[in-house]
């Protein structure tokens, strides 16, 4: 039979729960005030009260079972009943504080000064050459190594990325504040979670840039090392408003081997002469199709990603790397319509192999000022 002096102290559970992070903040419950209360019975039951952010809170489950694991492991316990109960306004708005400051209006935390956070927009100049695909697998194979990323789906017109990634969860709101839902160890947000079904989304450009910066700047992040926005194709109103939003954005740029599409790709890479911004590198897409017997066929053509590289070295006058050519895989185009990346259900594929090569020179890349263009302009004389 339990003695008294076998049964963990108040002090003692409250220690345990400092393990149990909230799934969707990432910072541990006690930090967070949701602690409510915590009593111990001589016996050894354990009753532990927990603050939900919101009714409803989708991840109440997991919350329950990681508080019953931390709880139980201490010698001594022989039960754990958890009780939930909700945050009222005063306590949602001092967590909103306690993570975002006292500022009433959202800043952008990746524009701040200092901010480490590589932000690279993934961009085309034209539809259909795996620009989402290649966004989702960079990410996933990012978070493989460890890396903290998250993907803006900022293609409003035509989101893809949920599906792509597999995120099935909407986000949770606290307050003005947006907590995204995370697939794969990515955190990610879209219109898409938004709206009902698969209604289009028809708004002209001031309620396009409004929608990216509620993303940017409402949506608590964390602490990122690298975000992902997933840029419509072209030239228009959202590439011009990251530029604004996020000076310090870097430009990578998705193309296939074929010449018009890589015309069409340097368009894309060229907006950093106007906007400003650091291109990154090149991602060719689809570059062959390795047929049984081991030798390739070059079914878009060839030379298209390394052409837009050269072309667009030369315009912005510093280096533009190709970074990785992705063979074409019938798995890549099914991982993405299962929501299971392939570099994560496939990754001994050569695909998967190059996607992971080219995440992991963007994920490490020293950050510094060589290459990149700064608004300046040269004093008379």
């Known amino acids: 039979m ?5 049964v963990p102290g108040v002090e003692a559970v409250r220690a345990a729960l400092a393990g149990v992070q909230d799934p969707e903040i990432h910072r541990p419950i006690t930090d967070l005030g ?3 209360d915590v009593t111990v019975h001589p016996d050894g039951r354990v009753d532990v009260a927990i603050y939900l952010t919101v009714a409803g809170c989708p991840l ?3 919350i329950t079972r990681d508080v019953t694991a931390a709880v139980v492991a201490l010698p001594g316990v022989i039960d754990v009943r958890v009780e939930l109960d909700v945050m009222n306004d005063e306590q949602r708005t001092a967590l909103r504080k306690s993570l975002r400051g006292d500022a009433e209006e959202p800043r952008i935390p990746f524009a701040e000064p200092g901010s480490l956070t590589r932000v690279y927009c993934v961009a085309s100049g034209k539809g259909g050459v795996g620009k989402s695909s290649v ?3 960079l990410a996933v194979a990012m978070a493989a190594r460890g890396v903290k990323v998250g993907i803006v789906d900022a293609d409003i017109y035509g989101h893809s990325i949920p599906r792509m990634l597999g ?3 909407k986000p949770t ?3 003005k504040m947006i907590l995204p839902p995370q697939a794969h160890g990515v955190k990610v947000i879209s ?3 938004f709206t009902p079904g698969n209604t289009p989304v028809v708004w002209r450009g001031p309620m396009l840039h409004r929608a990216l910066q509620q993303f940017l700047a409402d949506v608590f992040w964390g602490d990122l090392d690298v975000l992902l926005l997933d840029l419509p194709p072209g030239t228009g109103d959202i590439a011009i408003s990251v530029a604004q939003l996020i000076p310090n954005a870097e430009i990578l740029v998705v193309t296939t081997p074929q010449q018009a599409a890589a015309e069409v790709a340097e368009r894309a890479g060229a907006i950093a002469l106007q906007t400003r911004q650091r291109v990154a590198g090149v991602i060719e897409n689809m570059s062959w199709l390795e047929l ?3 030798s390739r066929m070059d079914v878009f053509g060839a030379g298209g990603g390394q052409t837009v590289a050269e072309s667009l070295s030369r315009a912005v006058g510093s280096s533009v790397p190709l970074l990785g050519q992705v063979p074409l895989d019938p798995r890549l185009r099914e991982g993405g319509d299962a929501g299971a990346p392939l570099v994560k259900s496939g990754p001994e594929t050569a695909a998967a192999r190059v996607l992971t090569e080219v995440a992991t020179k963007l994920s490490v890349r020293a950050r510094g000022l060589a290459g990149r263009m700064l608004s300046v302009s040269p004093a008379g004389r």
Not at 2 to 6: E, P
Request: aromatic share 0%.
């Open 2 to 6: 339990t003695t008294t002096d076998q």
């Open 191 to 193: 219109i898409g979670m």
């Open 60 to 62: 109440r489950d997991k």
């Open 34 to 36: 949701m602690v409510k």
């Open 167 to 169: 995120a099935t969860e």
């Open 292 to 294: 049984p017997d081991g």
């Open 173 to 175: 709101k606290v307050e």
């Open 135 to 137: 966004t989702v697998n």
